[in-house]
Nanobody, 125 residues
Framework: QVQLTESGGGSAQTGGSLRLSCSAS????????VAWFRQAPGKEREGVAG????????IYADSVKGRFTLSHDSANSTVYLLMNNLKPEDTAMYYC??????????????????WGQGTQVTVSS
């Protein structure tokens, strides 16, 4: 059974940094995609960064490009999201998501069939 567990959320000031972690269990295949999404109150879930580990390809939403970095530690089955130069508009619940085989649009929620419980990120001005 696939299980995703996020950690590392918290509070930061504008311009600060946080690193989120997503620990995955039950995923053996190297052909998988993993992504980070976020959802602020009253807004739709937004894809932030996604990677297809089978082809080593990572993409970012325009809103975070140059500030956020997704990395993948296959040995520990963990995906990280390093968030630098945080802005108040980055405040949201952040979710890790995964799919084994058949990856489509990396930043589309409909691509993924496994989700974590989320971790809150709050950025104050």
């Amino acid at each position: 059974q696939v299980q995703l567990t996020e950690s590392g959320g918290g509070s930061a000031q504008t311009g600060g940094s946080l690193r989120l972690s997503c620990s995955a269990s039950g995923i053996i295949s190297k052909d998988k995609c993993v992504a980070w999404f976020r959802q602020a109150p009253g807004k739709e879930r937004e894809g932030v960064a996604g990677t297809h580990t089978g082809v080593d390809w990572t993409i970012y939403a325009d809103s975070v490009k140059g500030r956020f970095t997704l990395s993948h530690d296959s040995a520990n089955s963990t995906v990280y999201l390093l968030m630098n130069n945080l802005k108040p508009e980055d405040t949201a619940m952040y979710y890790c998501a995964a799919r084994i085989h058949g990856c489509g649009a990396l930043l589309s929620p409909s691509t993924y069939n496994f989700w974590g419980q989320g971790t809150q990120v709050t950025v104050s001005s």
